[in-house]
């Protein structure tokens, strides 16, 4: 009875009114009430990326967006600098190298973000400008820790290093404040199934212009993922293959939501279920860490538990699941029966902040988990305070 708690880090809860929008009957994609629905949200989409700037959407998930970003702009052989933050930044770089990229590895502890300094120093290290790239994964999903963009352009700046600077913002677009034109990202990458309180099924490249300049002459084979195609049927309001129309009716009913409350709200409502999130986690002690060891990094869209080492994660999140109904993240690759994340970003309010945070302690305390079964209260209060 009732509804599944679909706690993870993406795929996100889908609000009603996306769900009856993605309900509507399937259009002619090149006829004139598509058009219309097509100018709306390539329009719509940007001030969600922080940009004037077009943004490309593809029928397709967040994996095919990343492979976008590499094949738009750059060449066979090319240099690029990838940082260990986690298993979504290992990934991205694994890709990198299929494609037939150079990679340089900056190791990480899955613990910390994108130091603003290492890449100072790497860039400083090329003074001719053999790296072509630098790709960051803003928000890893898979440990909890947001990367400051923010500083990282900065860093890029004080090197005066003339790399694009490619963001994954998977899963935190539309939950955590981000600014592509500000910060001078040239791809950002973008899904539909996190933030945007959509199915999977859509993914985003937002591009700048130092990155069409790029693609230009960008080497890397591609058809499906040429940008210039799809470009310049958006002029017209169409698409150079079949879109996914439903998704789109889905999207214009996600950025309706988004406007009504008004971007900043939605980061300040995201923040303030983390800092809850975070309370209840340190009033449960038992042994229990956040993965997150910088507190200027601490995700707003998840956070990721690490149990202590008796104690086997999946078991945790499998008696939540059998018990509760919830769904919770798991530990991913490195990380594996040792983390679990929850999930708090999307169509999330306070109240079902609680009853998730009720039922991971629950889950906590039936798995046998030394907790103080003060995590919730503290939550509460937690909320309260800002509730005042
Ligand atoms: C979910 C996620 C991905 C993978 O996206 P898919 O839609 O599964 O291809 C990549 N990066 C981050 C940061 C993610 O959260």
Known sequence: ?????????????CPDEVLRALAAPTIDHRGPQFQALARRVLEGIKPVFGTTGPVVIYPASGTGAWEAALVNTLSPGDRVLCFETGHFASLWREMAL??????????????????????????????GGEIKAVCCVHNETSTGVTSRIGAIRQAIDRAGHPALLLVDTISSLASIDYRHDEWRVDVTVAGSQKGLMLPPG???????????EASKTAKLQRSYWDWQPLLAANANGFFSYTPATNLL???EASLKLLQEEGLKNVFARHERHARATRAAVRAWGGGLEILCQDEREYSASLTAILVPPEF?????????????DMSLGAGLSKV????????????????????TLGGVQMGLQLAGVPIDAGGVNAALESLLQENR
């Open 1 to 13: 009875m009732g509804r599944h708690f679909l706690q993870i880090p993406g795929p996100t809860n």
């Open 98 to 127: 299929d494609l037939g990229l150079r990679v340089d590895l900056v190791p990480g502890d899955w613990r910390h973000g994108v130091d603003p300094a290492q890449v100072e120093e790497r860039l400083s290290a090329d003074p």
């Open 202 to 212: 859509l993914s985003f490249n937002a591009v700048s212009d130092k990155a069409l």
């Open 249 to 251: 009716y889905g999207l």
């Open 312 to 324: 086997d994660a999946d078991e945790i999140r499998r008696i939540i699941l059998d018990r509760f």
């Open 336 to 355: 594996a029966g040792k983390v679990f994340r929850i999930g708090h970003l999307g169509a999330f309010e306070d109240l079902t902040l609680i009853g």
